[in-house]
C-alpha cells in the first residue's frame, strides 16, 4: 500500500481550520443591547401624524443621548446649548416585554418619562407618548424618531 505524502492533504487541513474559526456569533442582540449601542440624536417628530420637526429648537435636535448598563443614561447638550439645558442624567428601564421604556427624564416638552416603543432596532429608536404640548387644549401623541451617531 502506498502512503500519501503529508502534503497532498494541507489544503484541507487549512479549509477545515478556516470553517471552524470563522465560525459568526449566531446571537441576535437583545433590545438592551440595541438601545445601549451608542448615542441617539433626534431625526424626526410629529404630533398626531403632523411633522413638527421643523419647530423643534436646533438646541435640541442636536442633544445626544445615551443609555448605559445597570439602568444609566444622560443627554448631553452638544454644539447648541439650549437655555435652560436639557442636558441631564436619568435612569431608564425597558418594562412590559420590551414595549415600554420608562425614563426618570422627560425627552418631549410636555410629556412624561414613559414612552411606547415603536421601533428598536440597531440604528433606529422611535419612541411614542401623549404628550399636553403648548397651545393643544388636549394630549397630542408625540412621535419621536432617533438614530445612532
Not at 484541507?12 to 446571537?27: A, D, H, P, R, Y
Request: glycine content about 6%; overall charge negative.
Amino acid at each position: 500500500m502506498r502512503k500519501l505524502p503529508i502534503l497532498q492533504f494541507l489544503p484541507t487541513l487549512f479549509l477545515l481550520i478556516l470553517l471552524v474559526g470563522c465560525k459568526k456569533n449566531s446571537e441576535p442582540k437583545t433590545p438592551e443591547d440595541m438601545l445601549k449601542n451608542g448615542a441617539w440624536i433626534l431625526v424626526s417628530a410629529s404630533a398626531n401624524g403632523t411633522d413638527v420637526t421643523s419647530v423643534i429648537p436646533d438646541c435640541v435636535k442636536d442633544n445626544e443621548t445615551t443609555f448605559q448598563g445597570a439602568g444609566i443614561g444622560f443627554t448631553l447638550e452638544k454644539a447648541n446649548v439650549c437655555s435652560p439645558s436639557y442636558e441631564t442624567n436619568f435612569t431608564w428601564t425597558l418594562q412590559n416585554s420590551n414595549t415600554t421604556l420608562s425614563m426618570s427624564a422627560t425627552l418631549i416638552p410636555g410629556g412624561s418619562g414613559v414612552f411606547t416603543v415603536v421601533t428598536l432596532n440597531e440604528t433606529n429608536l422611535v419612541l411614542s407618548q401623549e404628550s399636553s404640548l403648548i397651545p393643544s387644549p388636549t394630549p397630542v401623541t408625540v412621535v419621536a424618531t432617533f438614530r445612532h451617531l
